[in-house]
């Protein structure tokens, strides 16, 4: 696959205190809505190691086109999963974003 068109994103969400584990539960859960998703090659979910209720996504998509879609098909994709709103309640604060540009590695299709 070619990478020029890939969307790479580390997403932090800081939880309300004491509520890591559960903003953890919600993310994974949104996870299994993704697999097979058209376009999503990544998605990881992890708890900070000094901070629990600090909560990391990393993603690449294949491009902008299958994050739209995958925004559009939320509710239906993820079924009983948490919706996005329920999962920025659990927050302290909005999530952090970082655009990057994935280049390659371990666990991507080339």
Same mark, same amino acid.
């Given at each position: &696959?070619?990478?020029?068109?890939?969307?790479?994103?580390? &997403?932090? &969400?800081?939880?309300?205190?004491?509520?890591?584990? /559960?903003?953890?539960?919600?993310?994974?859960?949104?996870?299994?809505?993704?697999?097979?998703?058209?376009?999503? /090659?990544?998605?990881?979910?992890?708890?900070?190691?000094?901070?629990?209720?600090?909560?990391?996504?990393?993603?690449?998509?294949?491009?902008?086109?299958?994050?739209?879609?995958?925004?559009?098909?939320?509710?239906?994709?993820?079924?009983?999963?948490?919706?996005?709103?329920?999962?920025?309640? &659990?927050?302290?604060?909005?999530? /952090?974003?970082?655009?990057?540009?994935?280049?390659?590695?371990?666990?991507?299709?080339?």
């Amino acid at each position: &696959m070619d990478s020029a068109g890939r969307i790479g994103r580390l &997403m932090t &969400m800081r939880a309300q205190p004491g509520r890591g584990a /559960e903003v953890a539960d919600a993310l994974l859960r949104v996870t299994d809505g993704l697999r097979g998703f058209p376009g999503c /090659e990544l998605y990881v979910i992890s708890r900070d190691q000094v901070d629990p209720d600090t909560v990391r996504v990393t993603e690449v998509w294949s491009d902008e086109e299958a994050v739209q879609a995958a925004l559009a098909a939320a509710p239906a994709a993820v079924g009983a999963a948490p919706s996005i709103a329920d999962v920025l309640g &659990m927050l302290a604060g909005p999530p /952090e974003r970082v655009d990057v540009v994935p280049l390659g590695g371990v666990g991507l299709p080339v």
